[in-house]
């Protein structure tokens, strides 16, 4: 499933138009990239947990054989939670 058709599935159950869901989902997204720039970590009891964490700077060797450096980075992880995955594994 692409973005255009969750948003459709979205609008359908929160029965609205398609660009109100739209507009809804692009907000959530804002907001948990705000709430992760500020902590550390956002948890949704069931759904899951967003951490940030820093990835060390390393060396690693191109396709061409030279080897540069990538520097340290903060990046966001994604735990899925339990309700989450009970969804997941029961696909119909």
Not at 20 to 30: G, M, P, S
Not at 50 to 79: L, N, Y
Not at 81 to 92: M, P, Q, R, V
Request: glycine share 6%; charged share 35%; proline share 2%.
């Amino acid at each position: 499933m692409n973005k255009t058709e969750f948003v459709k599935l979205l609008a359908e159950k929160m029965e609205t138009s398609v660009v109100d869901a739209d507009k809804n989902l692009k907000l959530v997204f804002e907001t948990i990239g705000e709430a992760i720039s500020k902590e550390d970590s956002l948890a949704f009891v069931g759904f899951g947990t967003f951490k940030a964490s820093i990835r060390k700077a390393t060396k690693v060797k191109t396709p061409k054989g030279v080897m540069v450096d990538v520097p340290e980075k903060r990046v966001v992880k994604f735990s899925a939670g339990s309700d989450l995955k009970e969804k997941a594994a029961s696909k119909k």
